[in-house]
């Protein structure tokens, strides 16, 4: 099993740029979520998925859209990149009756 | 929302020499405590967790410890060893459909 498979690993982007990160996992988990981290800040929810076909935002939504595109994949979008999202990004899974967080190897975006 | 506080942000320890990490959290309705450690340039990985049905729960050289009156959950890491030196994060959640909230980190430095 390959667990939490993100990509791609390293991006830099010009402001207003937009890319998708993309999340898959094997483990057969209901729920993905996508975190930020930035120093001293710990880490912090952007959005999250309970379930195939739902989506709900999490602490800082602003600036970014998800996509729960099956049970495995859940991607995570930056319409117009700014300074401020420059960020690494980690998506993580959980099953139903496990509350263990599974992450990512995470993303190191930098935004110009 | 629930909310988690953490201390310190950094902490240097002797190797050897014990460690300890505090958390508060703010919604009495939340019952599972877990403890992630991530190594510099690596990806969180849960290392221990309590649930608010057990005040004390123990794993070789680490021990977490819960006070639900309080509202408060400590780590213990004894005879610490350099390859203790990561970011530790403590997070609480109320119920199994609803995301971690995640402090904002401690840095430990074990000095050998």
């Known amino acids: 099993n390959a667990g939490v498979t993100q990509t791609p690993k390293f991006q830099v982007l010009k402001t207003g740029q937009s890319m998708t990160l993309q999340c898959a996992q094997d483990?057969?988990?209901?729920?993905m979520y996508w975190y930020r981290q930035d120093p001293g800040m710990g880490l912090r929810l952007i959005y999250y998925s309970a379930s195939e076909g739902t989506t709900d935002k999490g602490e800082v939504p602003n600036g970014y859209n998800v996509s729960r595109l099956n049970k495995r994949e859940f991607s995570l979008r930056l319409e117009s990149a700014a300074p401020s999202q420059t960020s690494v990004y980690f998506c993580?899974?959980?099953?139903?009756?496990?509350?263990?967080?599974?992450f990512g190897s995470g993303t190191q975006l930098s935004v110009l | 929302g629930e909310n988690v506080e953490q201390h310190p942000s950094t902490l240097s320890v002797q190797e050897g020499d014990s460690a300890v990490i505090k958390c508060t959290y703010s919604?009495?309705?939340?019952?599972?405590f877990p403890w992630y450690k991530q190594e510099l340039g690596k990806r969180p990985q849960l290392i221990i967790d309590?649930?608010?049905?057990?005040g004390e729960k123990k794993d070789q050289r680490i021990a977490v410890t819960l006070n639900k009156t309080a509202k408060h959950f400590s780590l213990h890491i004894t005879e610490t060893q350099p390859e203790d030196s990561a970011v530790y994060f403590c997070a609480a959640q109320t119920s199994g459909n609803t995301p971690l909230v995640f402090g904002k980190g401690t840095r430990l430095s074990v000095i050998a």
């Open positions: 993580a899974s959980k099953g139903r009756t496990n509350e263990k967080l599974f």
């Open positions: 483990m057969n988990h209901n729920s």
């Open positions: 309590i649930r608010s049905n057990v």
């Open positions: 919604d009495s309705a939340s019952n599972y």
